[in-house]
């Protein structure tokens, strides 16, 4: 049963920074795309990062040069890494496979 859980979410002032995890099970993780989506209050899903099973790495423009997306095979995890964080980021976050995603992790950035 393939199964994703997010954590690392939390309250951070704007200018700040979060790693946002993604463990998985069910399979192997290097093998496959996977994609960081988040959604803000009362907006849809909006795509954040990708990073594919050869490694190939993409961001929207919004994440461009503040997140960065990365996994440690050995630990069957994804991360994303956010900088510079903005009350615009505030969303829940989710990991993706294919059309599963786990239950998500709450980001709240605000003075």
């Not at 995603?101 to 950035?109: K, S």
């Given at each position: 049963?393939?199964?994703?859980?997010?954590?690392?979410?939390?309250?951070?002032?704007?200018?700040?920074?979060?790693?946002?995890?993604c463990?998985?099970?069910?399979?192997?993780?290097?093998?496959?795309?996977?994609?960081w989506?988040?959604?803000?209050?009362?907006?849809?899903?909006?795509?954040?990062?990708?990073?594919?099973?050869?490694?190939?790495?993409?961001?929207?423009?919004?994440?461009?040069?503040?997140?960065?997306?990365?996994?440690?095979?050995?630990?069957?995890?994804?991360?994303?890494?956010?900088?510079?964080?903005?009350?615009?980021?505030?969303?829940?976050?989710?990991?993706?496979?294919?059309?599963?995603?786990?239950?998500?992790?709450?980001?709240?950035?605000?003075?």
């Open positions: 049963e393939v199964q994703l859980v997010e954590s690392g979410g939390g309250l951070v002032q704007p200018g700040g920074s979060l790693t946002l995890s463990a998985v099970s069910g399979f192997t993780l290097s093998n496959y795309v996977m994609n989506v988040r959604q803000a209050p009362g907006k849809g899903l909006e795509w954040v990062s990708r990073i594919t099973s050869g490694g190939i790495i993409s961001y929207a423009d919004s994440a461009k040069g503040r997140f960065t997306i990365s996994r440690d095979n050995a630990k069957n995890t994804l991360f994303l890494q956010m900088n510079r964080l903005k009350p615009e980021d505030t969303a829940v976050y989710y990991c993706v496979k294919g059309t599963t995603r786990g239950q998500g992790t709450q980001v709240i950035v605000s003075s």
